[in-house]
């Protein structure tokens, strides 16, 4: 996901109270012999990035790379306005309960695909039942448990049935990674469509099109004429879209000023470097992403699915790598603290987020304790030291993860407790593998879909979640479902604690980090602001 990940809205970052922790950088263009293009407004935007495509698909995927080209590219029932992370109708009219659990969208008349297909009730039922069918284990499927069926009186009007009633995410879910309308003409009901067969079918209906596609090297993208929603026209001619192998190169573009705007991932360092760059200028805030490691509930030490399997001597293994990770030095000395540490599964600046991990493990103040760990291995009967393969990826969530992991490394092996084997791999490989039990514990990240706590919980600890790493807790589910329809802000804000304190205990994942929102800016482009949603569209950015 973020993985999931930024997930919505214009460039450069907008974000809300907690906005999705991303690098945003634009060269100033225009200087010293850089090819960007600088004040020419006729020209498209160059963008550079070292972010992964898995599938523009919308039901094959759920990552930050893809979702940053759905972005650009797919119409959305709801959307966020800058400066605030509520949701209002985009290409829709309306959208509001008629009853506790009918949802009804009217969508506006004369919606059109770039192809000249009509976009209608029919293509927005199509894209929900869709990736429901489809339930890929890299896809999205995971946000839409509440839906039960989806009517269509008429053309323009769309019925959500819902499971649950008074659904308080249900809005946000609609302008989430499991709500870009597709076109029924092109897009396959039952498998993930071909990118190439997406573009070909020029089935796009958001602010832009794409008009040439070579994935994860090079995308061009034109202002789209027939756009309706209320996110208004591209204020550019155009964006073209680098993907980079390596942040060093982006790096190197940026302060030469070959591109107009950088985003994911520099290293802390790179950003330090950049800031003294006379071409840009820096802006920063809160950050809403998140690191963790996940475990897999049947391949870890002592798993299900293991040999030895035994459930409390894996809890205790948990328990002891808990008892020894030091974030405040991996967000120090990784990253120059433009991470804080983590100490509960929802960050901090969201309503009901604790740090229920704080207390339970290490000294209790946030720092490690190898004796307690120690002491925590021995009641269990564990002889020491035990083998960890732990997994992480050196591509998708910046450069500095081969830091970050060797950093926890040498943590967990503190006193000769735990041995661990560290390997990584390739984005797009590493995001299959981790859905089928190819890692016993493995690095993954969060970038928000929408501003509520349950972002932070339905996805990760539903019994059938987005981590698909076999946790299963009837009673951290049944409070995901009663806080989901709470209307009681106070109580559900309560109820939000209680799955923290209560995932605490499984240790289902591990938090490390919170991200912090930091952006670096071109001197001449301008429309680049850190506001209240998770917005990250191409459309206001101009010179």
Known sequence: MSLHHPRRGRLVLAIGAIGASA???????????????????????????????????????YDNGSFAVMNQVYPFLLNSKYGTADVTPDIATSAEFTSPTEYTVKLKSGLKFANGHDLTSSDVKFSFDRVIKINDPNGPASLLGNLASIATP?????????????????????????????????????????????????????????????????INYVPNADYKGELGAADNKGITVKYYADASNLKLDVGNGDID????????????DLSKNSKVQVVSGPGGEIRYIVFNFNTMPFGAKTANADPAKALAVRQAMADLVDRDKIASDVYKNTYTPLYSYVPKGLTGANEALKGLYGDGKGGPDADKAKKTLADAGITTPVELNLQYNGDHYGPS?????????????????????????????????RTTDTYPMYQLGWFPDYSDADNYLTPFFSKDNFLVNHYDNADVQSLISKQATETDASARADEIGQIQDLVAKDLSTLPLLQGTQVAIVGKDVKGTTLDGSFKFRYAPLHK
């Open 261 to 272: 705007v950088a985003y994911r991932s520099l290293s802390a360092t790179d950003v330090a």
């Open 23 to 61: 690098v945003v950088l634009a060269g100033c263009a225009g200087g010293g012999g850089g090819n960007a293009t600088g004040g020419n407004s006729s020209a498209p935007l160059i963008v550079g990035t070292t972010d992964k495509i898995t599938s523009i698909d919308p039901a094959g995927s």
């Open 154 to 218: 008429d053309a323009t009007t769309v019925v959500f049935t819902l499971k649950n009633p008074n659904d308080q995410v249900w809005p946000q879910i609609l302008s989430s990674p499991a709500a870009p309308i597709v076109d029924e003409q092109v897009f396959s009901a039952d498998k993930v469509t071909p990118d190439d067969d997406i573009v070909k079918g020029d089935a796009f209906a958001g602010q832009y099109k794409i008009t040439s596609y070579k994935v994860n090297e090079l």
């Open 401 to 433: 993860s081969g830091d970050e992991y060797a950093a926890v490394k040498s943590q967990l092996e503190a006193g000769g407790l735990f041995k661990v084997n560290l390997a990584q791999t390739e984005w797009v490989q590493y995001s299959k593998d």
